[in-house]
C-alpha cells in the first residue's frame, strides 16, 4: 500500500541521513541535504535499481528536475557501498557512472555533494578491475575525474574525498598520486584514521608511488603526521623484510628501500639545519635501524653509511643537551648506531668503528650515559652499556683503542649489575664485565677503583681489585638463580671470561672461585628449573666449573656427580636430530669434553654412555652431510638483531653463551673427540 511504501522510503531516508551525519562526522548540512533529497525522490522512483541507472544516461544539469532524481541514486548507491553492500553489480554500474563523467566534461560543475558520491563510486568500480580492462574502456572517465579532483583547492579536496580506505588505494593507484591531491588525501588519513596499516595492506609494495607519495608527504609536511607516516612505512619494511627472507626480493622491493632510506637522509639533514620535532628524528631513526638490522641496505656505500653514524652522533649530542633530555630520541640513536657498529665489523667495514672510536663528543656521550645509567630510563642506560661493550670486543679485534678513554667507576658498574634493581640492565653491565675481562682490561674503559682493596691475600695478586671479583660472581650466581634466559646467558659468559681472566693470572685463584660452596648450591637450584629454559646456561656453568676446578676428580662423592647425571639425562631425552643446529647439543659436548678431560667419565653409568655415544655419532654423521652442502660463505653470514625491550642488540650478545677457552657451537672435532673419549673408557671398561 501507498502507506508502506511511504514508511519504507522515510526509514531509508532517516538511514541515510544517520550514515551520512556519521560520514560528515556531524556535518548536519550535508546529512539534512541528503535526508530531503530522498524523501523527495525515492518515492517518485520506480522500477529497479539497475532501471534507475538510465538516469546517469543524461547530462547533469541543476535545473533539470532530473537532477535532484540523479542525486539521490547516487547518494544511496554510495553509502550502501561505503558499508561493503552494493545495491548494483559493477558491470552495470561502471558504464553508467563513466557515461555521466563524460557528459558532464568538468566534474569540477558538479555540486560538491554529487561529486562526493560520484568520486566514491568510481573509486569503489575500479578497485577490482584489471589494468587492462581499465584502460581499454574507463581511461577517459577516470582522466576526467583525476584532472577535476587536481584542480581543487584543499579546503575543496576535503569537502568532496570521504575518508575511505577505497578512496585512498584508487588515488594512490591512479595518475593523482604524485599530486597534491593524493598528500592531501594521505595526511587526512594519518591524522584521522586509526587503522591505515590495514588499508594500505597489500598495496605499498605493489605499488612505488604509494612509498613515493608517503616519503613526499613527510618531507613537506612539518605536523605531527610524520611520524605516523614513518610508522606506516616500517610496517611496510617489516613485509619486506619476510619477503626478502623467503627469498622473493625483487628490483621494485630495492627501489622502495631506496625510497625510504632516502627519506631519512633527506630528514636527518633537514634537522642538522633546522631542528625537526623529537618524535620525527626519532622515527626516522628508528626505520634507518630497521632497515639495517634486517639486511634491506641494498648495497648502501660505505661513505652514506659513515655520514649517517656522524648525523645520529650529532643528533644523540643536541639530545643530551637537553634538560631533561628526549630519552626515547637518545635511545633510537644508540640503537642505530649500535647495529651499524655490528654490521659495519661484519662486513669488514673498519670505518665506522674507527670513526666512532676517534670522536672524542660521542665517546663523551657515551661517558654520560654510564654515569646517569641510574637516573635515566633504564633502556637508554641498557643500550649504551651495550654498546659500550661492543666498541670495546670491536677495537680489541682491530687491535686499536680510543685517544678519549671512559672514565668509570667500578662501583657504580657494579651497582648496574645488580638484577634485583633493573634486570635487562643487568645483563648489558655483565656484558661490558666480559668484554673487559677478555681483553684483560686494556682499552679505552678505564675504571676507577672506589672499592675497598683486597686484604692481604692470594687475591690481592691480581691487577684487579679481589673484592671486585667476589661481588660480580655474587651477582652473577644472582642472575643464574632468576632463570631468566637472556640474563642467564649473559651472566654464565661473563663468569667464564671472568674465570679465564683469574687464570691468565693464577690458576689457583680460578679454582678457588669456582670451589665455593655457593657455586654448587646454584647449580642445584638451577638443575630445579624448567629444562627447556635454564638447560643450555646450566650446561655451560657445570662445564666452567669443572674446567676451572682443582679438586681431585677421583674422590668420592665428586660435587659434580649430581649436575653431571641430570644433565646427561636432559640430553638423552633429545629423540630427533632437529635440535643439531641449536646450542643445547654442543653445550653438552663441551660439558662432555670437560668431563674426559678431567678422567671424570666413571662418572657417567655404561647405559648412559651408551645412549649418549649414539646420540653423539647421529649428530656427527648429520653435521658432515649438512657441511659438505653448506653455503661456503655461511662464515661471513650478517648478524642478525633481536629487540629486547626496545633495545636493539646483536644477537650474539644475548644467545652465545660462548667465552674465551670454551666455544660452543659446531665443531666436528671435539665432537669426534668426545665420542672417542667415551668409547675409549667403554672399551677399558670391558
Known sequence: SRGLSNAIHGFLSEICYRLMRQLCQGNDGEAEEVRAVLCDCLPRMTGTLPDCLSLLYHRFSPCCPSARHQTALLALLALSAMHNRRLVVVALLLPALSSFIELIGDVCLLPSLVMKFTTFLFADCMKGLRGS?????????EGLLCGALQRLQEPDTNRVLVLHPTLLQWILTSSLRSTSCARTTLLRFLS??????????????????????LTETALLDDSMSVPRTIHFLNSLLQTIASDVATGSSTEERDRLVNSMRLLVAKLLSTNRLSPLPDETVQAALNLLTRQSMWNLDVGTAVAAELKYVCQVVGVLERSLKCVPPPYDLVLASLNY?????SL??????????SALLSNGVFMQCLERLLETAEASKPECGTAALYLVGLLVDLADGLNTSSPFPIHLSALRLLKLTDSQIESARAAAAMFLWSTLFRVDFQSFVQLTNDIAPTAASVMSQLPINGNVLRRIVIHLQSCLLRGVPITATVAVRCLGELLAYTDRHSASIAGKLVEQPWNMFCVRCCLLLDPNVSCVSTMVLVSLLVKYSCLDAKRHPWPYDEAVSTLTDWFTHLTSLECVDSLLPWAFVQLMQQVIEKDMTDHITDERRHVVVGLLQRMRDSLSTSLVTSDPDK???LPKFVDIDGVVVDHRVCCDVSCSGMCVGQDVGVLQTVIEGLLKRSNNQK
Open 635 to 637: 662464515s661471513l653470514l
Open 133 to 141: 580492462d581499465r584502460q581499454a574502456n574507463y581511461q577517459n572517465a
Open 337 to 341: 648506531l649500535h647495529v651499524a657498529s
Open 344 to 353: 659495519a665489523s661484519a662486513k669488514r667495514n673498519h670505518q665506522i668503528p
Open 192 to 213: 584521522n584514521y586509526e587503522d591505515l596499516d590495514n588499508c594500505l595492506e597489500g598495496m605499498g609494495v605493489a605499488h612505488e608511488a604509494c612509498i613515493t607519495c
